[in-house]
């Protein structure tokens, strides 16, 4: 009996408009007769959907976690936003209900990092492991695409339990991205690709996250042998092919802190004070790389 009498309510009421804005700047305007099904006076749930969906996009803003500069020191991250969607709809529905609202500025929701400051000076000390790869830094291109890539996992936070993806977290590699056409193994072959050169960050932390113990989920050798690696000890990545994962497997935050520079990657790994790594045996790799790095992958 409620839906019916308020389906009549809904049908019978005057045409009238909704004026929404955000920090007083108008962003919006909603119709009531969009929202309600002709002759039947139910509400079309999903354009009401649909106009949360547009709000949202316009207002919200991605919260930035706090980060290590090259020195360690601390930068707090920031707080971002988003729409209140529960408290949107039910003052959107009192507008579609009633003749009471003509106006309103959009609920908005804080959305907290995931990692804060104090997160990262509990993990930023107790250093667990830590892995060296070189490359020629006279290959503009290819030293290119390992700087960005090292700067895309730099930083990263992977809670416990919780699965790292390489490809993820890095992204397509492009050229709006700023990654530059190197050479890379397909097959067993060399061929320009755009981003050739990434392998070496994927194997670099690899093998770091292997001498720490934590679990690799997933890992894929190159066709034929890499240089800046010992052999069998490579991480081959591709957008559309491979990935390298793994999984934390303590019970701590683990932090990646990766930087390539002068022809030398670093990635090491940090947790708590608390964590006790369950540490392997990895070789080190050769620092005298052979004049075919120039075009490896």
């Given at each position: 009996m409620y839906s019916v009498i308020m389906s009549i309510f809904i049908a019978?009421?005057?045409?009238?408009?909704?004026?929404?804005?955000?920090?007083?700047?108008?962003?919006?305007?909603?119709?009531?007769?969009?929202?309600?099904?002709?002759?039947?006076?139910?509400?079309?749930?999903?354009?009401?959907?649909?106009?949360?969906?547009?709000?949202n996009n316009k207002v919200t803003i991605e919260p930035i976690n706090?980060?290590?500069?090259?020195?360690g020191n601390i930068i707090p991250g920031k707080s971002g936003q988003m729409l209140d969607q529960s408290?949107?709809?039910?003052?959107?529905y009192r507008f579609l209900y009633t003749k009471q609202l003509?106006?309103?500025?959009?609920?908005?929701r804080t959305i907290y990092p995931r990692v804060d400051g104090e997160l990262l000076d509990s993990i930023r000390d107790n250093q667990?492991?830590?892995?060296?790869?070189?490359?020629?830094?006279?290959n503009k291109e290819r030293s290119k695409n390992v700087s960005l890539s090292a700067k895309a996992i730099n930083n990263v936070v992977v809670f416990?339990?919780?699965?790292?993806?390489?490809?993820?977290?890095?992204?397509?590699?492009?050229?709006?991205?700023?990654?530059?056409?190197?050479?890379?193994i397909v097959k067993g072959e060399l061929v320009e690709d755009i981003g050739g050169g990434i392998c070496q960050v994927s194997s670099t932390l690899y093998n770091a996250i292997d001498r720490a113990g934590l679990k690799v989920t997933e890992r894929y050798s190159h066709s034929k042998s890499v240089p800046y690696v010992p052999p069998k000890r490579d991480a081959?990545?591709?957008?559309?092919?491979?990935?390298?994962?793994?999984?934390?497997?303590?019970q701590q935050p683990i932090l990646i802190r990766a930087k390539a520079k002068n022809g030398v990657v670093t990635i090491s790994i940090f947790s708590s004070?608390?964590?006790?790594?369950?540490?392997?045996?990895?070789?080190?790799?050769?620092?005298?790389?052979?004049?075919e790095i120039e075009v490896g992958e």
């Open positions: 019978t009421s005057s045409t009238s408009h909704l004026d929404i804005s955000y920090k007083d700047e108008p962003i919006t305007e909603a119709v009531k007769e969009d929202y309600i099904v002709p002759f039947v006076g139910l509400i079309e749930s999903r354009k009401v959907e649909e106009l949360i969906s547009s709000i706090a980060e290590l500069d090259e020195k408290l949107f709809k039910e003052q959107f003509s106006s309103m500025e959009v609920p908005i667990i492991s830590e892995y060296v790869t070189y490359y020629n830094s006279g416990p339990n919780e699965t790292f993806s390489f490809n993820r977290i890095v992204g397509k590699r492009t050229k709006e991205k700023g990654y530059l056409p190197a050479p890379v081959t990545v591709s957008w559309y092919g491979p990935d390298f994962s793994f999984q934390n497997n303590y004070n608390n964590v006790k790594p369950l540490k392997r045996e990895v070789p080190e790799a050769i620092e005298d790389l052979p004049r």
